[in-house]
């Protein structure tokens, strides 16, 4: 029985949930959206939430704290510049998980983990690239019918010809 038991363990030792835990809050806190498995995202996001939490604060002692946890500056230093300036007044909730279905290789159930104030960044990528779909489109399209205009032109031309014989 699991009654009361906290945690996931995802099928790893205690050092590589946590190294995996902060390679994943890593990445999300960079790119601002990840897509992962359904029980990674649940894991990752309570603890990327406890260190925005922390980050709030934002003194020495809350920089050293996030600090031992991300291992890379750049991240951090956008987390302090960027994101807590963004989301400071915000109760809680940073996170947003959306569930997309089962992978194919292995049927492991998938979902997207998004920093809930950034989602403009994902849809202006997504507006970029409908943009570039309607541009090809309509370049096929434009194709399609001039081949069809000078297929139209062929067959017009050949009875003609035959016609004054």
Same mark, same amino acid.
């Given at each position: 029985? #699991?009654?009361?038991?906290?945690? #996931?363990? %995802? ?11 902060? %390679?994943?809050?890593?990445?999300? %806190?960079?790119?601002?959206? =990840?897509?992962?498995?359904?029980? $990674? ?5 309570? /603890? ?11 003194? %020495?002692?809350?920089? $050293? ?14 987390? /302090?510049?960027? =994101? ?17 279905? *089962? #992978? ?8 997207? =983990?998004?920093?809930?104030?950034? *989602? ?15 541009? $090809? ?16 032109? /062929? ?5 003609? +010809?035959? +016609?004054?014989?």
């Amino acid at each position: 029985m #699991r009654h009361r038991v906290k945690g #996931r363990k %995802l099928g790893r030792t205690a050092s590589h949930r946590k190294a995996t835990l902060t %390679l994943l809050a890593t990445s999300l %806190l960079k790119h601002k959206r =990840i897509k992962t498995t359904l029980a $990674k995202a649940k894991e990752t996001r309570g /603890f990327v939430e406890k260190l925005i939490t922390k980050a709030k604060k934002d003194d %020495l002692h809350a920089k $050293k704290m996030v600090m031992d946890v991300i291992k890379d500056k750049e991240t951090v230093k956008e987390l /302090f510049t960027d =994101i807590i300036p963004k989301i400071g007044d915000r109760p809680g909730g940073y996170t947003r998980v959306i569930k997309l279905g *089962n #992978r194919l290789g292995d049927a492991a159930s998938m979902a997207i =983990i998004e920093l809930v104030d950034y *989602n403009d960044i994902a849809t202006a990528r997504e507006e970029e690239r409908k943009e570039v779909r309607e541009v $090809k489109a309509k370049e096929k399209k434009e194709a399609e019918a001039q081949q069809e205009a000078e297929e139209a032109q /062929f067959v017009e031309e050949a009875p003609a +010809e035959e +016609e004054k014989k």
